[in-house]
């Protein structure tokens, strides 16, 4: 009888022994998953580097240029899109009642009284005094449309840091520009192509954006009509990404233009020529 007890005894032991084992294999995946775990890599920390653009949301200046303009200010003033922060009029001494038209349309508008006579002097008083992200200019004879501005303003925020309006590129066009000013338009940019390697459809358009950061870029010492060009081969020689963007320019509304094709281009020549000879050091900041 008791080595049959014995018997049994060790037939449950060895029994145990084998129910030990099977638990033992089941729970040994534990240590594997263990090392998975061990694998995963936690990823690096992300140095966010503040853009170098203001907000998507960007404030928008128009800058204004006038003289004698009363009678275009109820269109171009109306054109304007709503959201457009600051409408800034530059007035050189008008003997008409443009100041009072413009506040009349606008009560917000802000009058800057110009000192020295001709568009680039106004264009650069504007410019200066304007606390928008974007700053805009445009002629005040109605023959622009501001509901380009919306263009300008998107192609900014996409990426560019200077955007000319071109009357010359595709889906724009013009029903103001005669035949010897279109050959005079071609001659410039011709000449500032080969002078300095900018392409540019339409160099002598007064409708341009640019953000206001780099406005130290352009620094303009220019006080006549040759503005325009002068801000096209400055925005190339800084660098600065330029887009051109459609625009169709109707007719003068009212009164004459101060506009000379002689003249005019004379000083736009004079203009190629010195920033050509001039050594030009981009600002650093």
């Given at each position: 009888?008791?080595?049959?007890?014995?018997?049994?005894?060790?037939?449950?032991?060895?029994?145990?022994?084998?129910?030990?084992?099977?638990?033992?294999?089941?729970?040994?995946?534990?240590?594997?998953?263990?090392?998975?775990?061990?694998?995963?890599?936690?990823?690096?920390?992300?140095?966010?580097?503040?853009?170098?653009?203001?907000?998507?949301?960007?404030?928008?200046?128009?800058?204004?240029?006038?003289?004698?303009?009363?009678?275009?200010?109820?269109?171009?003033?109306?054109?304007?899109?709503?959201?457009?922060?600051?409408?800034?009029?530059?007035?050189?001494?008008?003997?008409?009642?443009?100041?009072?038209?413009?506040?009349?349309?606008?009560?917000?508008?802000?009058?800057?009284?110009?000192?020295?006579?001709?568009?680039?002097?106004?264009?650069?008083?504007?410019?200066?005094?304007?606390?928008?992200?974007?700053?805009?200019?445009?002629?005040?004879?109605?023959?622009?449309?501001?509901?380009?501005?919306?263009?300008?303003?998107?192609?900014?925020?996409?990426?560019?840091?200077?955007?000319?309006?071109?009357?010359?590129?595709?889906?724009?066009?013009?029903?103001?520009?005669?035949?010897?000013?279109?050959?005079?338009?071609?001659?410039?940019?011709?000449?500032?192509?080969?002078?300095?390697?900018?392409?540019?459809?339409?160099?002598?358009?007064?409708?341009?954006?640019?953000?206001?950061?780099?406005?130290?870029?352009?620094?303009?010492?220019?006080?006549?009509?040759?503005?325009?060009?002068?801000?096209?081969?400055?925005?190339?020689?800084?660098?600065?990404?330029?887009?051109?963007?459609?625009?169709?320019?109707?007719?003068?509304?009212?009164?004459?233009?101060?506009?000379?094709?002689?003249?005019?281009?004379?000083?736009?020549?004079?203009?190629?020529?010195?920033?050509r000879l001039r050594r030009y050091h981009a600002p650093?900041?």
């Amino acid at each position: 009888m008791k080595s049959r007890s014995s018997s049994v005894s060790l037939e449950g032991l060895d029994r145990i022994r084998r129910a030990t084992v099977r638990t033992t294999k089941s729970v040994s995946p534990a240590p594997a998953e263990a090392k998975v775990a061990q694998k995963v890599k936690v990823p690096p920390e992300i140095n966010v580097v503040p853009p170098t653009r203001p907000r998507l949301t960007p404030t928008v200046s128009v800058i204004i240029p006038t003289l004698n303009e009363a009678g275009n200010f109820p269109y171009v003033l109306n054109t304007l899109p709503a959201w457009v922060h600051e409408v800034i009029v530059v007035d050189g001494l008008s003997r008409d009642d443009t100041e009072r038209v413009a506040k009349v349309l606008r009560p917000d508008v802000r009058i800057i009284r110009q000192t020295t006579r001709g568009k680039g002097a106004a264009m650069r008083a504007g410019l200066e005094a304007a606390t928008g992200d974007i700053l805009i200019a445009m002629d005040a004879d109605g023959s622009m449309d501001g509901a380009a501005i919306v263009a300008i303003r998107e192609a900014l925020v996409q990426g560019a840091d200077y955007v000319k309006g071109s009357r010359f590129c595709a889906g724009a066009g013009s029903a103001d520009i005669t035949r010897i000013r279109r050959l005079g338009d071609m001659g410039i940019c011709w000449m500032i192509r080969i002078l300095f390697g900018a392409r540019y459809s339409d160099v002598t358009y007064g409708f341009l954006g640019l953000w206001a950061n780099k406005l130290s870029s352009i620094d303009i010492d220019s006080d006549g009509f040759e503005v325009e060009t002068l801000i096209g081969i400055r925005a190339h020689r800084a660098g600065l990404k330029t887009v051109e963007v459609p625009c169709f320019e109707s007719n003068r509304i009212y009164g004459t233009s101060n506009l000379s094709a002689t003249r005019d281009g004379l000083r736009i020549l004079r203009v190629i020529l010195r920033e050509r000879l001039r050594r030009y050091h981009a600002p650093t900041t």
